[in-house]
């Protein structure tokens, strides 16, 4: 069975940084491109960026590319994302996902609740 | 940036009835267009692949049509599990984009 367990979430000062972590079983990870994607309190869905399945290659959406940092050990069958200086507005769930194949996300962690305020 | 417009935000229907939710892109993408179903409390679920392609363990129920801009996942005789929000996403270019979602409910 597919599965991505995320984990890091919690209460965060604006302008302090916060790195979330997502495990995947059940799968070979070193397969597939990785995604982080959130959602907000409103429940608009954000896509943040992606990792290559080797991790040579990251995408981000422009308006988080300079403050958000997706990697991956595919060792430890593991995706990350380093958040800093965070905002407010950063307030949401974080889901990892897999890409099956042509920005298709096949498979969702159940989220990482991330909280910004002072 | 491609922005998704779903309709109807909210969609109240009797369990049994047939139903259309509708996704248009704000430019063309080809058939670049997935649906999700969110149950309360739950993960995203991948329902339709690339407008009408099917996923293994969906119910056959669900389906998806379309390209171009324009985009429609039909449910044929609703049942109780699927009262819940529906989001498109776009995959034809980055970023990668999501509609706001239409909230499928009980009438």
């Known amino acids: 069975e597919v599965q991505l367990v995320e984990s890091g979430g919690g209460l965060v000062q604006p302008g302090a940084s916060l790195k979330l972590s997502c495990v995947a079983s059940?799968?070979?990870?070193?397969?597939?491109?990785m995604s982080w994607v959130r959602q907000t309190p409103g429940k608009t869905m954000e896509w943040i960026g992606d990792?290559?399945?080797?991790?040579?290659?990251?995408n981000y959406a422009p308006s988080l590319k300079n403050r958000f940092t997706i990697s991956r050990d595919n060792a430890k069958s593991t995706l990350y994302l380093q958040m800093s200086n965070v905002r407010s507005e950063d307030t949401a769930t974080y889901y990892c996902?897999?890409?099956?194949?042509?920005?298709?996300?096949?498979?969702w962690g159940q989220g990482a609740s991330v909280t910004v305020s002072s | 940036d491609i922005v998704l417009t779903q309709s109807p935000a909210t969609l109240s229907v009797t369990p049994g009835e047939s139903v259309s939710l509708s996704c248009r892109a704000s430019?063309?993408?080809?058939?670049?267009i997935h649906w999700y179903q969110q149950k309360s409390n739950e993960s995203p679920r991948l329902l339709i692949k690339?407008?009408?392609q099917s996923i293994s363990g969906i119910p056959s129920r669900f389906s998806g049509s379309g390209s171009g801009t324009d985009f429609t996942l039909s449910i044929n005789r609703v049942e109780s599990e699927d009262f819940s929000v529906y989001y498109c996403q776009q995959s034809y270019s980055l970023p990668l984009t999501f509609g706001s979602g239409t909230k499928l409910e009980i009438k």
């Open positions: 990792i290559k399945y080797d991790g040579s290659y990251t």
């Open positions: 690339f407008a009408s």
């Open positions: 059940g799968f070979t990870f070193s397969d597939y491109w």
């Open positions: 430019q063309g993408i080809s058939t670049s």
């Open positions: 996902t897999r890409d099956s194949g042509g920005y298709v996300m096949d498979a």
